[in-house]
């Protein structure tokens, strides 16, 4: 299980990241966007609403699909891909472009919501604000701020899926807020925060929302009005992913990029954590996390650099489904 790490909730004074490995983080994410965008403007996507592939580009969101545990959604930077237990790698939806900040609706399982970038050919505004689809990302139609926000990070609530939290990289860069599913956004600024790479928002309390940052873990129990460190363990980490279980909040997960910690796990709610044993090193990172609500052990995370896994049990045991955007799984 590896060494338990004790974490106490409270506001604390932020200090400094380490230099070592913020300096890698942030070069490894900008030449992730690099290639990204190279990426954009050389591959389409065939014309067909649904197409098997064996490859993936760059991932930008995790969702298991909330009426059917078999599914794991990806949202990628060349579109939308739809896993079927593990076995049926389908691309869905005619036309491909970079989905960042990709969601689930929590009770419509057909609805889904991301932001991003247009892609080849594509004659939407950049960058593209916020998409929504209605019918499983076959189409999508712009819903709010296109030409406005880059959301590459966003939260829908569960707890009240009007409420969506977003980390905007483009024009006013900050937080955003909705309370109409997210048809208007209000601008909130940075509220004190800093290179937020995850947000995730509590299943049962929709004012209740965390924050993974190139400073450690951070919590508002106000909509996102106001922030605090969640835990002095973790303070000034880089924490690039963080989720909390859609049925159980006791139980969530957070990686920490630092060689002694990695991915770590919690089962009371954030008073101790036990890192899993999964540690990538200064070269990569997990940026993404998802969890099956229907069995609280069975997690999926992506890295920065390309890879997918699926863990049975909580992380100690990873099962490799992607390696640098292949697909190895049978």
């Known amino acids: 299980m590896g060494k338990r790490v004790r974490l106490k909730p409270r506001r604390g004074k932020r200090r400094s990241a380490g230099a070592w490995w913020l ?48 599914i794991l959604w990806i949202g990628t930077h060349g579109g939308l891909i739809r896993v079927t237990n593990g076995q049926e790698w389908m691309r869905i939806g005619r036309q491909g472009f970079d989905m960042m900040g990709f969601n689930v609706h929590p009770t419509e399982p057909n609805v889904l919501v991301t932001s991003g970038h247009p892609g080849p050919r594509d004659p939407r505004r950049n960058p593209l604000g916020v998409q929504v689809s209605r019918d499983g990302g076959q ?55 800093e290179r937020v ?22 919590v508002s129990r106000d909509g996102a009005e106001s922030w605090q460190s969640f ?21 969530a997960y957070v990686y920490a990029a630092k060689p002694d910690l990695g991915l770590l796990r919690t089962t009371d709610g954030g008073n101790r954590w036990t890192p899993v044993g999964f540690v990538l090193g200064q070269r990569d990172a997990v940026g993404n996390l998802a969890l099956d609500p229907s069995d609280p052990q069975v997690i999926y995370f992506a890295t920065f650099g390309g890879d997918l896994y699926r863990s049975p049990d909580g992380g ?8 640098g955007g292949q697909v190895v799984v049978p």
């Open 23 to 70: 300096a890698g983080l942030v070069v490894l994410v900008l030449v992730g966007g690099a290639w990204a965008v190279s990426r954009s403007r050389q591959s389409s996507v065939p014309e067909a609403s649904a197409v098997a592939v064996r490859g993936i580009e760059h991932v930008h969101g995790l969702a298991v699909g909330p009426a059917n545990p078999a």
């Open 139 to 193: 189409t999508w139609q712009t819903m709010a701020l296109p030409g406005e926000a880059d959301f590459h990070t966003m939260t829908m609530s569960k707890a009240d899926p009007r409420v969506l939290y977003a980390w905007n990289v483009s024009g006013r860069m900050g937080l955003y807020r909705s309370r109409d599913g997210g048809r208007r956004w209000e601008y909130l600024g940075d509220r004190g925060l």
């Open 197 to 218: 790479f995850s947000l995730a928002a509590h299943p049962r309390d929709a004012a209740l929302v965390f924050a993974g940052t190139a400073r450690g873990l951070y």
């Open 231 to 251: 835990t002095s363990a973790l303070l000034s980490l880089p924490i690039t992913a963080v989720e909390i279980h859609p049925k159980d909040p006791r139980i």
């Open 316 to 323: 100690m045991r990873r099962e490799q489904w992607v390696s």
